[in-house]
């Protein structure tokens, strides 16, 4: 409490948090959602990327199977769920890990969000994340009260300390895929500096051309041991899961012990039927390469009338989104433009300044959807 020259005592002014955060950008593309909500065929939306496909049955059966669940859930999940992670990271991604070293998140985005303030960091501190980025990034140290720094280059984050940096491969929204010898500069650079390095692993296994992506947990990368290291990963797009909020952080055993005693105090658990379709999606890998062909039919049709109306695609090769840019618009002349066409994208500002050119294309709408859309586009005069 302060007192005024006069004695009178004045309350001291609330630090809100959300006085750090930006507007919400998606706000901004309500009226060009009403616009292309107006088209006769009905609106084609690839802007925001949610699943739309049906939730794997074997993966309901598991929920069901599982929905008896009156008693507290742990905060690490049982052995055989974290098992189960392991298990899939071994097999699909080539990583060896101990499952005590896996821990089951409330989705990805929460894990995101939160990791600055998990690890202690706060006012004083950098996180750095790339240049184009998933904003979630950049609001995770805003919440911290971290300072976020967009750098993609090493150079220029010159000799100051980092607390935290992101790696994003395959990258959101660019589909941009870093190849090991990029990731082991970043881990050898992460090592001398001290800095935790988190690597969000969410489109993974959306790999389509070029490279194919590597996990920053692989031993080609890190040398065999996850020392100041982080994987995040997500069921949303390889399962249809966005709605069960089901994901996994995996890494150093101290960074997950830490991580795990600060959300055992704060009540940060994955409800037990959830776990239960965890550990039964991540068992099972015909589901997701099913899911993996729906979305590269959608892409070839999508890429090529993009083509063919006179779109150039950057990047790309991998993830579930077409970073897209006309010779004709900036980011927001070409939303406007596709949403008098009934395609509904998202700007390439949203991720950044040098998105400003580009548009950001989503993979996920039904088939019917994205045949309306390249309709559209090759209709296009």
Not at 17 to 29: M, S
Not at 196 to 211: H, K, N, P, Q, R
Not at 286 to 309: G, I, N, S, V
């Amino acid at each position: 409490m302060q007192v005024d020259g006069d004695g009178t005592e004045q309350m001291p002014q609330r630090q809100r948090v959300v006085d750090r955060l930006p507007t919400f950008p998606w706000d901004r593309l309500i009226p060009h959602k009403q616009v292309a909500a107006e088209h006769p065929d009905g609106i084609v939306d690839l802007s925001v990327g949610t699943p739309v496909d049906p939730v794997p049955e074997g993966l309901r059966a598991a929920l069901a199977a599982a929905a008896d669940a009156p008693g507290y859930p742990t905060t690490h999940g049982p052995r055989e769920v974290r098992e189960s992670i392991a298990g899939w990271l071994a097999r699909r991604r080539g990583v060896e890990i101990d499952p005590d070293a896996v821990l089951p998140t409330v989705g990805s985005k929460e894990l995101v969000a939160w990791l600055p303030t998990l690890l202690g960091l706060g006012p004083g501190d950098t996180v750095v994340h790339p240049e184009l980025a998933y904003p979630t990034y950049d609001i995770g140290a805003r919440v911290a009260g971290a300072t976020p720094m967009a750098a993609d280059g090493l150079t220029r984050l010159g000799p100051a300390p980092v607390g935290l940096a992101w790696l994003n491969s395959p990258a959101n929204p660019t589909g941009r895929v870093l190849p090991p010898e990029h990731l082991r500069k970043v881990v050898d650079w992460a090592r001398e500096r001290g800095t935790v390095l988190a690597s969000d692993e969410c489109y993974i296994e959306l790999d389509w051309e070029g490279t194919p992506p590597v996990s920053i947990l692989h031993p080609e990368v890190c040398g065999g041991s996850h020392e100041g290291l982080l994987a995040v990963h997500s069921l949303s797009k390889r399962s249809n899961l966005a709605g069960y909020r089901a994901a996994f952080v995996a890494g150093d055993p101290a960074l997950i012990q830490e991580l795990l005693a600060v959300r055992k105090h704060t009540g940060m658990i994955v409800p037990a039927p959830v776990q239960a379709v965890l550990r039964a999606a991540c068992d099972d890998d015909a589901h997701a390469e099913e899911q993996k062909r729906r979305y590269a039919r959608r892409r070839t049709l999508l890429r090529d009338a993009l083509h063919r109306a006179g779109w150039r695609i950057t990047h790309s090769e991998a993830g579930l989104y077409l970073w897209a840019d006309h010779p004709d618009h900036d980011a927001w002349t070409a939303v406007a433009r596709l949403a008098q066409l009934g395609i509904l994208v998202a700007p390439g500002d949203f991720y950044g300044p040098g998105g400003a050119a580009h548009v950001r294309i989503s993979l996920t709408a039904t088939d019917e959807r994205v045949a309306a859309a390249a309709r559209r586009l090759t209709a296009e005069p």
